[in-house]
């Protein structure tokens, strides 16, 4: 990333040295120091900075909760699977208690 502040500050650096704003209202030139181009450049690069930041903080916060509905529907998929099992087995002793209830013979 300083590379890329250098850059930018070399490429406004040579355009401020090779023309002059002119401030048409009151028709005096006005000409931003070096040192005040250089640190208003610096701030608007940090705010970029920190909304990029913001926004890959959002971005690993979005993945983390992706990983973590994952996990719960993992789990939610083994209860599901264990309930069912469980009560395919209720059936079966229900079924077997009411047909010695009906056939007392079969026990």
């Given at each position: 990333?300083?590379?890329?502040?250098?850059?930018?500050?070399?490429?406004f650096l040579l355009i401020l040295?090779?023309?002059k704003s002119v401030n048409y209202q009151n028709s005096k030139e006005t000409i931003l120091s070096q040192s005040e181009l250089i640190e208003?450049?610096?701030k608007v690069l940090?705010?970029?900075?920190e909304k990029v930041e913001n926004a890959?903080?959002?971005?690993?916060?979005f993945e983390k909760?992706?990983?973590?509905?994952?996990?719960?529907s993992q789990i939610d998929k083994f209860l599901n699977q264990r309930a069912k099992k469980l009560a395919e087995s209720l059936v079966v002793l229900v079924d077997d208690d009411k047909s010695k209830e009906i056939n007392p013979s079969v026990i």
């Open positions: 990333m300083k590379l890329t502040y250098d850059l930018v500050l070399c490429a040295n090779s023309a208003a450049l610096r940090r705010e970029k900075e890959e903080e959002i971005s690993r916060w909760m992706t990983e973590l509905m994952s996990i719960v």
